[in-house]
């Protein structure tokens, strides 16, 4: 469809971060543009059948958008972590915002707008996780993130997002991969930055040994380039290469060993503004339960003032917050425990022993645990969430069963993505208590 150019006018843009137009009645998604760009766009893929949208990718501007900037990365078009950076700042939030408000709008939920907190922002280079993906082919180790809407990968030499010590690591991550490992191997890495440094985890797609002298090469390597730690294998159960220092963050206020290639918020700033925006709804609540608690990001820093049950379905989450409370001594104030709670939900029964519940499922959501909270005596709930319609479905549930939201706070810790994070304080009259 390479010959197939046609002009359009990009009006908006969709929750990808596509610009969206139309040329005598069809309707163009088209990557890289900015709403109020005039474009010649190069069609690369019909509609599906039944469907009416075309895709498109830009190929001259004819008139530019005056929201229009020059993207500050290299790597912007190709690489799948951001999809705006060519839009001006005003225009991004205004984007975000809006994103925001339509999935609030869409599920019908009412929402006083002066509800809506200012943007909590975090500043470029400084995000402190990434996942990465790597393939060895021909002698050499691609590692970065996949392009858009491919598997293909995009070797990162910059970024304007990750922390810049982050960005240092990978030339010498692909240097040891190439030199340990087989060719037509892929996996990902995940780099965690912890308070004493790096933490890596390596995780190839498939089962694959390392003899001893990979183990010292890698070990090497940890103390070359002053990692926390290195560990290989799957996810679910990798192994410690190497531990060279506490993989510890202090804002646990615990000596609480993060498990590796641990989930954590994206920047040290959106945890930080999270837990301040919690210590303050949560007061003065006694017992508290933190569902999807992971390793009490959120919730065990008010083990000062609460008591604090976490409901997680990770092993190794839950194996470091245990060993973590039973070392400070604060098994009677702290607990976990491990439960899938999207097959599993703790129930309405469960949760009348709780002054308030912290909610911060994956990105799909969490309808069963949703409904069980608005069916519970709970009138105080946080809900979290890294994206807007999944926390729109939940929070119309909750919303439903006379809960209405008193603040909302967005932070942009996922910076130039479609991404957002979502932190919300809700509340319910006592008498609004439901039947069962």
Not at 326 to 346: F, K, S, T
Request: proline letters at 6%; one cysteine or more.
């Amino acid at each position: 469809m390479a010959d197939q150019r046609t002009r359009v006018r990009i009006d908006r843009l969709d929750e990808h971060g596509e610009g969206r137009g139309n040329d005598n009645g069809r309707r163009f998604a088209v990557a890289g543009a900015v709403p109020g760009d005039v474009a010649e766009v190069e069609l690369t893929r019909a509609p599906r059948p039944g469907a009416s949208l075309h895709h498109g990718i830009l190929h001259r501007l004819l008139t530019p958008s005056p929201d229009r900037i020059e993207p500050p990365c290299r790597h912007f078009g190709t690489c799948g972590g951001c999809a705006v950076q060519q839009l001006s700042d005003t225009a991004y939030l205004d984007w975000k915002t809006g994103r925001i408000l339509d999935a609030l709008a869409h599920e019908q939920i009412a929402f006083a707008p002066g509800r809506l907190q200012p943007w909590v922002r975090t500043a470029p280079g400084s995000r402190r996780r990434v996942d990465l993906t790597f393939r060895l082919e021909g002698g050499t180790c691609r590692l970065g993130l996949n392009q858009r809407a491919s598997h293909s990968i995009t070797e990162i030499v910059e970024c304007h997002v990750l922390l810049p010590e982050l960005v240092r690591l990978l030339d010498p991550l692909r240097a040891v991969l190439r030199e340990l490992l087989p060719a037509g191997l892929a996996g990902e890495v995940v780099i965690n930055r912890l308070d004493a440094g790096c933490d890596v985890l390596i995780a190839p797609e498939k089962a694959a040994m390392l003899s001893m002298e990979r183990r010292s090469r890698l070990a090497a390597f940890a103390t070359e380039h002053d990692l926390v730690r290195v560990s290989w294998g799957a996810r679910s159960d990798p192994e410690i290469v190497v531990r060279r220092l506490a993989p510890r963050l202090a804002s646990l206020e615990l000596p609480l060993e993060v498990p590796p290639g641990a989930f954590l918020q994206a920047s040290l700033a959106g945890e930080q503004a999270m837990q301040t925006l919690l210590k303050r709804w949560a007061a003065p609540a006694r017992r508290v339960v933190d569902l999807y608690g992971g390793i009490g990001t959120l919730s065990l820093p008010l083990l000062r003032s609460s008591r604090v049950r976490i409901v997680e379905g990770d092993a190794a989450a839950v194996t470091a917050v245990e060993s973590a409370l039973r070392q400070a001594g604060l098994q009677g104030r702290g607990e976990i425990e491990r439960r899938d709670l999207a097959r599993d939900p703790l129930q309405a029964a469960e949760l009348d022993r709780f002054d308030l519940a912290i909610l911060d499922p994956p990105r799909a959501g969490a309808r069963a645990q949703a409904r069980e909270l608005a069916q519970s005596g709970l009138h105080r709930i946080v809900a979290v969430s890294c994206n807007p319609r999944s926390f729109a479905h939940d929070v119309k549930i909750l919303t439903d069963a006379g809960f209405e939201i008193m603040e909302l706070v967005p932070i942009d810790q996922f910076l130039w993505s479609a991404h957002i994070e979502l932190i919300a304080h809700l509340e319910r009259p006592r008498r609004s208590r439901p039947r069962r």
